[in-house]
């Protein structure tokens, strides 16, 4: 069973819709029991990074998230990715997580438009297990005006779009993040998702 953590700042129906096609079992959930007699995690956010870590803290899941994802197969999508590292500093700065080393930095860019959006290839940078099934052209779906800034050990994969922007991240463990949708990203980010349920031992 997948739990989807319902934290008031994740679109979680359209997770909860790919998973429900994909066979996969899941449950909305807030309550942290259920999230730690969960298989696997994921942290969907939409929304801004000091919000998000506030609503996270009135849920009272933070120090379930924090341990659980030490233990299980764990997830974070958009902004649930950007709340992965130790800081984010969207209009002020607030402390994150601190699942992997690193900071969330608003995308610094005069040639091209900022948010973000629309379809880019993941390049892959180091291999893990949400890699191995990407095919020829992995084209995902991003939506952010923000990015991680990590170590390179962290990146599993990026995009181009006037530098590198770490797309998929993993702590070299249990903990995962995507900074795109994979529940938007057409065969790939079923793909991957598919993958991330099947990664219960």
């Known amino acids: 069973m997948i739990a989807i953590v319902d934290y008031g700042a994740g679109n979680i129906f359209s997770v909860k819709n790919a998973l429900d096609y994909l066979g996969l079992k899941s449950i909305l959930t807030s309550d942290a029991e259920e999230i730690r007699n969960s298989d696997e995690i994921i942290l969907p956010g ?23 994802a030490h233990k299980k197969p764990f997830l974070g999508i958009c902004l649930g990715m950007q709340l992965l590292f130790e800081k984010g500093y969207e209009f002020e700065e607030c402390s994150g997580l601190g699942l992997i080393p690193g900071s969330v930095k608003k995308m610094d860019n005069s040639k091209l438009i900022i948010p973000h959006m629309g379809w880019n290839k993941l390049e892959v940078l180091n291999e893990c297990e949400l890699t191995k099934e ?56 079923l793909g991957i998702l598919r993958k991330f349920g099947g990664l219960v031992k």
């Not at 009135?58 to 379930?64: E, K, M, N, R, V």
């Open 134 to 189: 990407l095919g020829q052209n992995p084209y995902v779906y991003f939506v952010h005006s923000y990015k991680a800034e990590c170590d390179d050990s962290f990146i599993a994969a990026y995009c181009e779009y006037d530098g590198k922007i770490p797309s998929l991240v993993y702590d070299g463990k249990y903990v995962y993040g995507a900074q795109f949708h994979p529940e938007k990203s057409g065969n790939t980010g």
């Open 46 to 68: 939409v929304g801004a990074f000091p919000e998000a870590m506030k609503m996270l803290a009135s849920s009272g899941l933070i120090d379930t998230i924090k341990t659980e």
